[in-house]
C-alpha cells in the first residue's frame, strides 16, 4: 500500500525535473533567496550580515507550535550562541526549503523538527566553518585551533567578531560542510527553555496575518453561498451601495464581493446584498444521508483492501463487531482567514499567514497569469491553523478582488465565515470486528468508509508541481483518480502495534462530501477513537483489564510498551480517588508514540475530564517545554472534538456558525495535564499532533468504566 508521503514523493520525482524545465532555465541552481551580496550566505537557511546578524529564513511556519523557538535553537547549537539572538525571517519560496517528505514547501504532518534537525544543524555547521576559515585566514592558524561562540571567532581569550570576519570570509571559498556538534556537547537542544516569540506576542508587537499589509488597503467580504459549490444567479446592491465607505459591489467567483473603507462597513453593507442563488451539487445533503451511504458502504462487496497479515483461517471463535462514527470538524483556528493582496498584470504583492506558500504561489499565477517569479508573498505568524491554511482559497480570493478593483485590498473572513466554509475534517464511519477464541484475540479485522482528503489536496498539489501547460481539469482529475488509494483514510488502523494472529484493514471511498482538509492528526484523529475503543470493548469482553490487555499484545521491547508502561506508573492506574474513574489509550502518529490516562467524573449526563496523565516517546526533545505545551494543546483541542464538535447539515448547509453553537473547551472544563517525556537518543519526531488522536478514547474508555455506557459516536454524548 502506497503511503500518503511516498505517493506525494511520487508526484514530486516524476514532475520535479519537468519543474525544472519550466521555472528554471537550463540546469542552473536556483538563486539565494533573500540575497545579499555583501553578506554571508552558504546556503538558502542562513545569513550573516555587515554588522555580524545571524539572520535565520524560516522555510517551515510558525502557527503557535514553536516554530521559531525550535529552529533557532538547531542553528544556535551550531554557532554555540543564544537562540534568541538569532533574527527570524520568514522564508519566501525556494526549492530548497521544500520538505524532503511532501516535496513541497509546506508545513504539516508535525515535520518542522523531524526534517529540519539535521538539515538546519548543517547549515549552522557550513557557516561556521567559513567564518573559522575568516579567522584562521586573519591570524594565520589552522581553522580547526579556533572555536564559534556568541558572535564571534575564538583564538584561545582573543576574538574577532562575525562582523569583522564578514569581509573576509567572502574572499573564500564556501565550505562544503561542517562538523556537527556531538549530542554530548550538546548546549542548547533539549536545555534551551524560553519562547523567542514570547515577549512580542504578550507585548502586542507580534504581526499576525491579520495585522498585515500597507496601510491604505481597502476592505472587502464576500457574501458567500449557503451550499458549497453553488453559484451567482443573481444580485441586487441597491442598498449597499448607498451604506458609508462602501466602494464597490461585484461578483467575485461564486460569490458577491463588497468593498469598502473600513471592515465593519463592507460587513454591514453585505448584509444588505440581496443574492439569488443556483444551489450547488451537495445541497440536498444531510448528516443522516450521508451517514446512510457509508453504512451501505460498509456492507457492499467493493471496497479495498489495504493491509492483511497472517491467514484468514487463523480467525476463529465468536466474532464481536461493532460500528463507530465520527462527524465532519471544522478547524475554529482563534485567527478568522484573511489576506491582503495588490494585483496588477504584471506583479502581484501578497501579505498573509499560509502553511503552504508554494501552493497559494501557483494558485495565484493560475488565476492572474503573473508568473511566479512575479508573485512576492510575505508569509506571516498565524494565530491557529490546524491544517486550515494548507491550501490557498482565501489568498485566491483576495488576489482576485484586488486585481477587479486594482487597489489594494484586505479580505477578512468572519468567524460564520470560516464555520460556515471551512474545509472540514472529514466524516467518517468504521466497523470493528475481531474473533474471541478461548480468551484470546485471533483476529482484528477493520473497514472504514470516508471520504478522500486526496480529492482535495492532491488538486492544489498537482498544480504547484506539475507543468503549466497540463490543463486545470486535469488536476481534479489526479485526485480523483488516487482518492481509492489515500492512505490518510486508513492511517492509524493499519500497522496496529496488537499483535494477534490475523489483520485486515479495508477502505471503502464515500464520494459524496462537502470540502474536506487535513485537520490536525488527520486520519488518526478518527482511526484512534475506533481502534483504541475497541480494544477496550475486547477487554471487556475477555474480562481483562484495559491496560493489561494492551500490554499483552505488544512486544515487550516496542515504544508502544514503553509509553504505555510509563503511563501507568504516571497514573498510578487502579488507584483512583473516589467518584474518578479512568480510561487510557495509546496511539502513534508521525514517528511518535503517546499513551494517555484520562481521570472522569460523571455528573448527571456530564462528561467532567478531571486530569490526563500523557507519556510521550518524540525521540529527543530539542526544546522540552515546547513539547510539553504541544501535548497539552493537542489533548485541549482533541477534547474539544471528542466532547464537544460537530458540524451538521442541514439541506447542503452547515448549522453551525459560531464559537456559541460550534464550541470549544472552556478554560473551567480543562483538566489538569500531566506530561512525561521519556529519554531517547533517537532523532526527534513529530510532536505537533500526535496527543490528539488518543484523548477521545481514553476519555470515552474511562466514561465507560463509570457508567457501562460505551460511546460509539463522536462527540460523546450519555443517553
Known sequence: ????????????????????????????????????????????????????????????????????????????????????????????????????????????????????????REAAAQMAAWLRAAGAKEWGVASESLR???????????????????????????????????????KYIGK???????????????????????????????????????????????????????????????????????????????????????????????????????????????????????????????????????????????EPLSAVASASDTQVEVWAGTQSPELALAAISDVTGVSRENIHLHNQLMGGAFGRRTTADYIVEAVRVAKAIGKPVRLQWSREDDTRHDLYRPNATARLAATLD????????????????????????????????????????????????????????IHSPYAVPYKRVDFALQEKSLPIGYWRSVGHSQNAFFIESFIDELAQQLKRD??????????????????????????QWGQVPDGIYEGVAVHESFGTVVAQVAHVRIDGKQIQVKKVFCAVDCGLAVNPDVVVTQMQSSIIYGLTAALKGEITLKEGAVQQSNFHDYAALRMNESPDIEVQILDSDAPPSGVGEPATPPIAPAVANAVYAATGQRLRRLPLRLS
Not at 574577532?160 to 556537547?185: C, H, M, N, R, Y
Not at 458609508?244 to 467567483?253: A, E, I, L
Not at 484495559?546 to 516496542?558: G, I, Q, T, V
Open 546 to 571: 484495559p491496560l493489561e490487555l494492551r500490554a499483552s499484545l505488544l512486544s515487550p521491547d516496542s515504544r508502544h510498551a514503553r509509553v504505555l508502561d510509563a503511563v501507568k506508573k504516571q497514573a
Open 1 to 120: 500500500m502506497m503511503q500518503r508521503r511516498q505517493f506525494l514523493k511520487s508526484v514530486g520525482a516524476v514532475s520535479g525535473g519537468l519543474v525544472l524545465a519550466v521555472n528554471l532555465p537550463g540546469c542552473a541552481k536556483a538563486p539565494l533567496p533573500h540575497g545579499d551580496a555583501d553578506a554571508l550566505q552558504p546556503n538558502a537557511f542562513l545569513q550573516v550580515d555587515t554588522n555580524g546578524k545571524v539572520i535565520l529564513q524560516l522555510h517551515k511556519v510558525e502557527m503557535g507550535q514553536g516554530t521559531m523557538t525550535g529552529l533557532a535553537t538547531l542553528v544556535a547549537e551550531e554557532l554555540a550562541m543564544s537562540p534568541a539572538d538569532i533574527q527570524l525571517e520568514h522564508a519566501r519560496f525556494h526549492p530548497d526549503f521544500r520538505d524532503p517528505g511532501f516535496h513541497i514547501m509546506l508545513t504539516g504532518g508535525s515535520s518542522t523538527i523531524r526534517t529540519s534537525f539535521i538539515p538546519l
Open 148 to 186: 564559534v561562540a556568541e558572535g564571534q571567532v575564538w583564538q584561545g581569550d582573543t576574538s574577532l567578531s562575525f562582523a569583522d570576519l564578514v569581509p573576509i570570509a567572502q574572499t573564500l571559498p564556501v565550505p562544503e560542510s561542517g562538523e556537527l556538534v556531538k549530542a554530548e556537547d550538546f
Open 438 to 493: 478461548n480468551g484470546e484475540i485471533t483476529s482484528l479485522q477493520f473497514k472504514t468508509a470516508v471520504p478522500s482528503l486526496f480529492t482535495v489536496m492532491l488538486p492544489w498539489i498537482t498544480n504547484a508541481l506539475m507543468p503549466k501547460w497540463l490543463p486545470d481539469g486535469a488536476h481534479g482529475k489526479i485526485g480523483e483518480l488516487a482518492a481509492s488509494h489515500d492512505p490518510a483514510a486508513t492511517e492509524g488502523l
Open 192 to 334: 534551551y527553555k524560553p519562547r523567542v516569540d514570547a515577549l512580542a506576542k504578550v507585548t502586542g508587537k507580534a504581526t499576525f496575518g491579520i495585522d498585515a499589509g500597507p496601510a491604505e488597503a481597502l476592505s472587502a467580504v464576500l457574501v458567500r453561498c449557503p451550499h458549497f459549490d453553488g453559484d451567482v444567479a443573481s444580485f441586487d446592491a441597491t442598498d449597499a451601495l448607498t451604506m458609508p465607505g462602501v466602494n464597490d459591489v461585484f461578483q467575485s467567483h461564486r460569490s458577491v464581493a463588497v468593498v469598502a473603507d473600513t471592515y465593519w462597513q463592507a460587513r454591514q453593507a453585505a448584509a444588505k446584498v440581496k443574492v439569488t442563488w443556483q444551489d450547488g451539487p451537495t445541497a440536498a445533503l444531510s448528516d443522516g444521508s450521508l451517514r446512510a451511504e457509508r453504512v451501505a458502504l460498509l456492507d457492499a462487496d467493493d471496497a479495498k483492501t489495504v493491509e492483511e497479515e497472517g491467514e484468514e483461517t487463523a480467525a476463529t471463535g465468536e466474532r464481536i463487531e461493532a460500528i463507530y462514527d465520527v462527524p465532519y470538524l471544522a478547524h475554529a483556528a482563534m
